[in-house]
């Protein structure tokens, strides 16, 4: 697998920021990262995986590049599988529910996301798949 640098740097993403509390790998310039606990569709584990994402109509917009692998990346499918995860966000938790966006939404949200982080269109150009773009839409409890 040549995206195996994804998977270390993730977790060393995920250990810093859960141990600060979000204070210490929070963004990275303009760009915000939550972490997404997701349940394992095989293995039914909770699965943590930092994102970017951004913030629209009261939830956040994350993003299935997995930097333009021809292979959806194994949080996304998990969310297919089981789309009620959890996000960290600083030292908040909240449960969401998870919605792939598509439609006339879909252009609009991915320009706004390319803006972010113009490293997207990249990651499109280097796959014949659409990257996926998933709601995640906080649950009131």
Not at 110 to 130: A, H, I, P
Request: glycine share 8%; with cysteine; hydrophobic share 40%.
């Amino acid at each position: 697998m040549k995206y195996w640098w994804i998977r270390i740097f993730g977790r060393f993403h995920v250990f810093v920021y859960i141990i600060t509390n979000g204070y210490l790998m929070n963004r990275w310039g303009k760009i915000r990262f939550l972490i997404l606990l997701h349940t394992g569709r095989k293995s039914k584990k909770i699965r943590k995986t930092p994102l970017l994402y951004l913030p629209l109509n009261g939830g956040y917009v994350v993003v299935a590049s997995y930097a333009g692998n021809a292979n959806h990346p194994d949080w996304f499918l998990n969310l297919c599988k089981n789309p009620i995860a959890e996000i960290i966000i600083g030292s908040v938790k909240k449960s969401v529910d998870a919605t792939i966006i598509t439609g006339d939404m879909r252009p609009d949200i991915w320009s706004k996301l390319v803006s972010l982080y113009s490293g997207y269109n990249t990651y499109q150009s280097r796959t014949d798949r659409e990257i996926p773009l998933v709601f995640l839409k906080p649950i009131k409890h």
